[in-house]
Structures are given as structure tokens and as C-alpha cells.
């Protein structure tokens, strides 16, 4: 028989208080059924140059989401990717390459 004051007595405390907090994120991608909503970051993977995240995701169960469709993705662009900032773009790279022009 085991006494409640037994030196086997469980901790009170849990393998996930022992981990870091990793926080929380906020889902941004247009479409996701989760937009707007507020997310624990249950653990993070690295793929390829990007993240990952692995988060509770209340009645669904763990949700995992890419870096690009959360609030700690990379910023938006300065300005939208247009025929006229390509443009600029062909310009610029044939005046470092002194090239006159794109052939194919």
C-alpha cells in the first residue's frame, strides 16, 4: 500500500510547463476558417527557408499553419508586384548586366 506521502508521489507539474512558451499568433490568411482568430503556438518546424506552426486550435483539434497565412510572417511588400515594377526591374538588372535588352 502506497501512502499519499510517499516519496513515488507524482509532480504537479506537467511536461508542457517544463517546455518554453512559445506564444501566440494570429491567423491572416484570407480563406482560413480561422481568420482573425488568436492561436497557441504549440511547436514550431523549420521547412525549407520558412516556418511551420503546429497550434491549438480549440474544436479542430492542433491546426498547423504556414508562416505566410499568420501574423509572423515576412512583412507585405512595399509595393505590389506589377507589370511596371518588373519593368523597372528588367531596366535595372540590364544596366548592372550592360545589357540593352532581353533576348531570346
Do not use: N
Not at 506564444?23 to 516556418?51: A, C, D, K, Q
Not at 499568420?70 to 519593368?87: K, Q
Amino acid at each position: 500500500m502506497v501512502s499519499e506521502d510517499s516519496e513515488f508521489r507524482r509532480s504537479s507539474h506537467t511536461t508542457r510547463s517544463r517546455k518554453p512558451a512559445l506564444g501566440s499568433l494570429v491567423v491572416i490568411h484570407p480563406f482560413h476558417p480561422l481568420r482573425g482568430e488568436r492561436l497557441e503556438v504549440l511547436f514550431v518546424r523549420r521547412v525549407g527557408t520558412g516556418r511551420i506552426y503546429v497550434c491549438e486550435g480549440g474544436p479542430l483539434g492542433s491546426v498547423s499553419l504556414s508562416e505566410d497565412a499568420t501574423d509572423r510572417g515576412p512583412e507585405p511588400a512595399e509595393r505590389p508586384l506589377t507589370v511596371e515594377v518588373l519593368a523597372a526591374l528588367v531596366a535595372l538588372i540590364a544596366e548592372l548586366t550592360g545589357d540593352q535588352g532581353v533576348v531570346r
